[in-house]
């Protein structure tokens, strides 16, 4: 089944304890890209890559690394949360480009106290 | 700032009823997306228009574009309660550019 899967669904951490949220793709997709959505302004996009190696800051990139290592994942990286990190990410995949259709993840919701 | 802005914020009709929600946004662009969300859910891609388009239709949805006013609207015809959810436009300008979201549009389906 073509898919986005993030890891972990659930997180609760706390201030300054770095942490990977996971991103993995089986369509051979060539962009990834990673958003936050928090209530009352929608997603906003972090970093996405248009291809290995390839990465590009969004709206919101501070506080925030990314790698795209291999096609297949593009984990985020928080080397030192803080509570303003708090909120529902979401890694998406398409085809190629900004262009396409975006496939989403199921999301991770992270709580940073 | 947001490069679209979702109207109405959120939206109550009862299943049978059409749904008329609009984006508006600020720059030129290459497409807009149309995506639905779930409560708590990934989004779920709905529809893709260019900007050398002014109409497309899929299924129950249809979509318009108008560049010179730079606004789109989506339109869900005979309504039903699944299709209770949040709706998002995006944006993008460019091929190499990043994708902006609004805030988005919450559309309830009363049976």
């Known amino acids: 089944e073509a898919q986005v899967t993030q890891n972990p669904r659930y997180l609760i951490t706390v201030t300054g304890k770095k942490l990977t949220v996971t991103c993995s793709q089986n369509m051979n997709h060539e962009y990834m890209s990673w958003y936050r959505q928090d209530p009352g302004l929608g997603l906003r996009q972090i970093y996405y890559?248009?291809?290995?190696?390839?990465?590009d800051k969004g709206d919101v990139p501070e506080g925030y690394k990314v790698s795209r290592k291999e096609k297949r994942n593009f984990p985020l990286i928080l080397e030192s949360p803080s509570p303003n990190q708090t909120s529902l990410y979401f890694c998406?995949?398409?085809?190629?480009?900004?262009?396409?259709?975006?496939?989403f993840g199921p999301g991770t919701r992270l709580t940073v106290l | 700032s947001q490069q679209g802005e979702e109207d109405p914020q959120a939206l109550s009709i009862q299943e049978g009823e059409n749904a008329t929600m609009n984006c508006s946004y600020k720059?030129?662009?290459?497409?807009l997306q149309w995506y639905r969300q779930n409560s708590g859910r990934g989004l779920v891609h709905l529809i893709l228009i260019r900007s050398n388009e002014r109409e497309k239709h899929s299924g129950r949805l249809r979509v318009t574009l108008d560049t010179s006013k730079k606004s789109s609207s989506l339109l869900i015809t005979a309504s039903r309660a699944a299709d209770t959810a949040s709706y998002f436009c995006a944006t993008v300008k460019t091929s190499y550019d990043k994708v902006i979201f609004g805030p988005g549009t919450s559309l309830s389906v009363i049976p």
């Open positions: 998406a995949s398409s085809l190629s480009q900004a262009h396409n259709e975006q496939f």
């Open positions: 720059t030129s662009i290459n497409n």
């Open positions: 890559s248009m291809n290995v190696e390839v990465t």
